[in-house]
Nanobody
Framework: QVQLVESGGGLVQAGGSLRLSCTASGRTFSSYAMGWFRQAPGLEREIVAGISRFGTNIYYADSVKGRFTISRDNAKNTVYLQMNSLKPEDTAVYYC????????????????WGQGTQVTVSS
């Protein structure tokens, strides 16, 4: 089992930026794909972005393409989500996740979740 700790959430005005970080421990970081999901109140959890083990393949949800960037640093056991041009509809709890496999960067069969970090975008 891997432990995931997210950080970097907060309150930002529309049009602003935030960078989320997720640091993993307990397993070889480069052995699994990483991703970010989010869940807004009353809605189901949805995938935001995913990245394969060595960053070769990356996936973005249509709603964040061109605004968000996922990256990973295997030497630091950390995955990042740079969020630019934030909109009020991006408000949600953001979760980091791992999976043994991914297809085009999209995670398959998530096996670990972080505790989540709140992102609030004011209009």
């Amino acid at each position: 089992q891997v432990q995931l700790v997210e950080s970097g959430g907060g309150l930002v005005q529309a049009g602003g930026s935030l960078r989320l970080s997720c640091t993993a421990s307990g397993r070889t970081f480069s052995s699994y794909a990483m991703g970010w999901f989010r869940q807004a109140p009353g809605l189901e959890r949805e995938i935001v972005a995913g990245i394969s083990r060595f960053g070769t393949n990356i996936y973005y949800a249509d709603s964040v393409k061109g605004r968000f960037t996922i990256s990973r640093d295997n030497a630091k056991n950390t995955v990042y989500l740079q969020m630019n041009s934030l909109k009020p509809e991006d408000t949600a709890v953001y979760y980091c996740a791992t999976a043994k496999t991914s297809y085009g960067g999209r995670l398959s069969n998530v096996d670990s979740w972080g505790q989540g970090t709140q992102v609030t975008v004011s209009s």
